[in-house]
């Protein structure tokens, strides 16, 4: 296949992007800024000649402002904005060019569990409803900003991802040093579920999506056994042989992040399960929390 890849850069483009070049897919990176020789460039809310999208098979959008950090009115604005207005010019480009050329069919626009809100011990489905809050917003709309490309027939799926085990960045990627200096500990009361994933099967659960013309539509990217904090903190630093009895006292997180969005990120409880993705027959690498952090660790 050839995939054009928006994000390509981040902690899920760079893994994603080695994983199809390993399996003998071409990749195509499509920039913001001046483009490299291999790349394209695209502008959020400018335009974009869908014949810049020629050849492609598939277009995986993952673009988009980083969540984490301290959300002013302005810094809303621009976290909005950058998946909504970003994903609408992806969208129409697809849209015109599969209405021109039959490629490419397929486009997998990224989401969040954001969608949920914060919802406690529920557990959610696919079936689930949108929560409240400002990330179930800002789901809600950049799902829909990918509207133009369904209307027009291509294969959308929105991955809703929930916390990425990696090393090389994410929440984990932050918690890390901290955990190796003994520091570690669980945030607030600890009892907040967090649906995680590791980064092998959010690239596995994407390239399955591509090559598997059932998959369509929004589809839970987290693995099968949703942790609360404290067990989370309590395995990570088992793995790491390290303590972690050094708990982050919700006050605390509110003066680092802000209120609304510690509340709503490291303190959210979303119990989410992967519904979608078992049902289409996908085997996840890393199911247990255990294996998946020695694994990302090693």
Known sequence: MKVFITGASGLIGKALSEHLRAEGHTVTPMVRGTPKAGEVQWTPGKPLDPAVLAGADAVVHLAGKNVATRWTAKTKKELFASRVTGTKTISDAVAESFRRTGKPDVL???????????????TLTEASAPGAGFLKEICVGWEAAAQSAKDAGVRVVHPRIGVVLSDEGGALGKMLPIFKLGGGGKLGDGRQWWSWIAIDDVVGGMIFALLNAQVQGPVNF????P???AEFTKVLGEVLHRPAIFPVPRFALHLAMGAEAAEETALASVRVLPSRLLEYGYKFTHADLREALQNVLN
Do not use: L, M, Q
């Open 222 to 225: 987290t693995a099968p056994n």
């Open 227 to 229: 942790a609360t904090n």
């Open 108 to 122: 997998i626009s990224a989401s969040a569990i954001g969608f949920y809100g914060v919802r406690g011990d529920e």
